[in-house]
Every structure is written in C-alpha cells, then in structure tokens.
C-alpha cells in the first residue's frame, strides 16, 4: 500500500506549478531543479500512483484530472507544513516547508506519536541515530527547538505541537490525493470518532452499510468523549466525529446537525419507578443518580433538571457501557437517550421511566475541521450516515 510519505515531497510541490506553467523547463525554473531532474521525478511519481498526471505535448504539458487532483492536494498539504512551520523570531529559513523532506517528516511524527527515539525507531524500523538527525534537522530548518528530552522519553515543544499537526494534516491530504487517483473512488480511510450516543445504532448501520459496497476501503473508529476526541480531529488523527453538538462551533471546526434527541430518564426494567406514566421531579429525586463529568452537555442537563432539589451524591461516570451495568444491579437512574439503551430496552434489562424530557434536547450531528475536503469514500459515508439516522431513529413515547 503506497503511503504518503512514500512520495517526494520536492515533486509534490512541482505539480502545481507545472500545471501553471505548462512547461517543464517553465516549471524547474521556478522550483529550481534541472528539466531532466524534474521529469525523472514526475516519471517516479506517476509510477508510484500507477497513473499519468500530464499529458505530454510538443508544445508542453498538461494536466490530466487525476493531475489536477493531486496538484491541488499537495497545494493544500504544502499549506499546513507553512502554517505549522510560521517563522517566531529571525532563525531559520523564511520558507521551511520548501526545505522539509518526507523522511524527516515520517521519522518526526513517529517520534511525536511514539514520545522516545526507542519506541520511533521500534515502530519505523529506523536507526535512533536517523531519528536524531531528521529532528535536528527539521530544527535547523524552521528555527526553532522542537522537541525536549525528558528522562528517557521525550516532549514535544509547543513549536513541536504545531508542526506535529502540520505534518499529521499533510500526509492526510496526499493521502487523500492517493486515494482519488488511483482510479477506484471507494478506496482509502475513513477516520472516525465516536462519541456515545452514535455507537448503539447510527454507526454501526452506517458501517455496515458502507463495508458492502466498498470492501476495499479500511473503517478506523476511536470511542470517546468529546473533550476526548477534539483535539485528535484538529490534528487530522481522525477526520470526523459523531455526536453531541456544542452550542457554538469551537474554533478552527465546523459542526452540522443531524437530529435534536431528547433524553429520558433511564432505570431498570422492575425499577420502583418503572409503572408511573410521569413520575415528579420529587419521585426522580428519591433514588441515586449516575451522571457525566462536570462541564459535560449531559451534565448541564442533569444540573438544569435538578436545580433547587437535594439529591444523593450522583456517581460520575461517562462509560455508557458502565452505566448500562451498574443500572441494572441497582436502582440508580440516569439521563441518556433511548437509543443509547435501546437493545437493553428490547432484551428486558433497562426501561424508560416516563417520557422523553422537553427540557433535555441536546443537537447530535457531525464535527470536522474547516476546510476539510472528503474523498469520494468519505461522502458517501457521511451520507450513509444521514441515512442511517433516518432508518434506526426510535420513535419517542409521550
């Protein structure tokens, strides 16, 4: 399998400009490499992707689509080693990621990934010596110290943080890039993050549904939180995640709303509570609660709910799968929605004690960075996913 930082980084910053130019000599002028350097490294890269990028003429060259693709993604991914690499203080060179190799990106974000030069070199099969010199070099570059030995391992800086991000970005869009050119549109990685409410019946319908009719794509979920799973999306570790909405779009993302959910309060099928068709506030308040962790939409929920009321100390808890267990050994109650429980629901386990909550909506839908340019494999999971929320959506009960 071709990976990004199989490809030349110097021939992915010619495309563009030879689809400026039209011309090879033009174009290895302006990127200053020999006409026969430059030829022989757009020949690689077309070998590598099993595609050609140009047409040539006797007049020059131009770019087929699959040309215009792949220029345009190494355009976009050029732009994030910029942005990661700005220039703080008058060392180093005035256009870093112009110098920067793939060799020396791949071995620093394994050391990113990895936090030693132990663990990088076990995990890319690179001498630790190798490791030491791609780091010093790409310092040398951009200027500035990017990592910070501490005992065995090693910390990234904040200038470190930064670049990390840029690179993981990068090797996201070329292998977008990879993706889109190599002919078969439902190839490639779909990075997703799950946060709870999605993972009892929306993704794994939407899952499902996609592997069918794109055996070859390959499906990556990471569960988690949302304060879990943001700062994985900004840095391009996944490219969308499912879940509760923040009232506002939190900076450098953007959020689409897929459903309102109203939440109900959830107990054991057998529960004191279970045959009141609208328990009281005062009834809820009698029994211990399970809630989420502080500054957590569920919990704001819960708060908002129960103001002015004294209950038993709730245990917190933000593991649905825990929740689900200790509700049924106990008579505790909790607010989720009724999807989250629905096959404990079905089974007999856990029961919805009254009806969904008018002042619990919370808005489910999709979250992912700014400018984020799905492939074809993406789209079509994102709307697989739409889809999906129309066909497992449980009707809610008054």
Excluded: Y
């Excluded at 050391?111 to 010093?136: E, I, K, N």
């Excluded at 990592?147 to 970005?169: H, K």
């Excluded at 211990?288 to 808890?317: N, Y």
């Amino acid at each position: 399998m071709l990976r990004p930082f199989d490809l030349n980084l110097r021939h992915l910053r010619a495309l563009p400009v030879i689809a400026a130019q039209g011309s090879m000599s033009g174009a290895a002028l302006a990127v200053n490499l020999s006409q026969p350097a430059l030829t022989q490294g757009l020949a690689k890269l077309e070998r590598q992707l099993g595609m050609a990028l140009f047409d040539r003429r006797r007049d020059g060259v131009s770019a087929t689509e699959a040309g215009m693709l792949m220029a345009d993604r190494a355009t976009t991914a050029i732009g994030h080693l910029a942005a990661a690499s700005q220039r703080r203080g008058v060392r180093g060179f005035a256009r870093p990621e112009d110098l920067m190799t793939a060799s020396q990106l791949h071995a620093f974000l394994a050391l990113a990934d990895a936090g030693s030069f132990v663990g990088a070199a076990a995990a890319t099969g690179l001498s630790q010596p190798a490791l030491h010199r791609a780091a010093r070099d790409l310092e040398q570059i951009s200027g500035v110290v990017l990592a910070e030995r501490r005992g065995r391992g090693v910390v990234l800086t904040a200038a470190g943080r930064r670049l990390a991000r840029g690179i993981r970005l990068a090797a996201r869009e070329i292998a977008a890039g990879i993706a889109e050119v190599s002919g078969d549109a439902e190839t490639g990685t779909i990075a997703i993050g799950a946060m709870p409410l999605c993972r009892a019946l929306i993704l794994p319908h939407a899952i499902a549904a996609f592997v069918a009719g794109s055996p070859r794509a390959v499906i990556d979920v990471a569960e988690g939180s949302w304060r879990e799973l943001v700062e994985p999306l900004r840095d391009g570790v996944i490219d969308l995640m499912i879940g509760a909405l923040r009232d506002e779009a939190p900076h450098g993302l953007e959020q689409r709303a897929l459903f309102t959910d109203r939440l109900a309060v959830i107990g054991r099928t057998g529960h004191p509570l279970a045959g009141m068709a609208r328990p009281t506030l005062e009834d809820l308040a009698r029994f211990g609660w399970i809630v989420g962790q502080a500054d957590t939409p569920l919990r704001g929920h819960w708060e908002a709910l129960f103001a002015g009321h004294r209950l038993e100390a709730p245990i917190e808890c933000g593991s649905v799968m825990v929740i689900r267990g200790v509700l049924r050994d106990s008579d505790l109650l909790t607010l989720l929605s009724p999807d989250q429980v629905a096959l404990e629901a079905r089974s007999g386990v856990l029961a919805q004690i009254g009806p969904p909550l008018a002042q619990c909506v919370r808005t489910i839908g999709i979250t992912t960075r700014i400018g984020w340019r799905p492939t074809a494999a993406q789209r079509r999971f994102v709307a697989l996913v739409e889809r999906a929320v129309t066909e497992t959506r449980i009707p809610e009960s008054e």
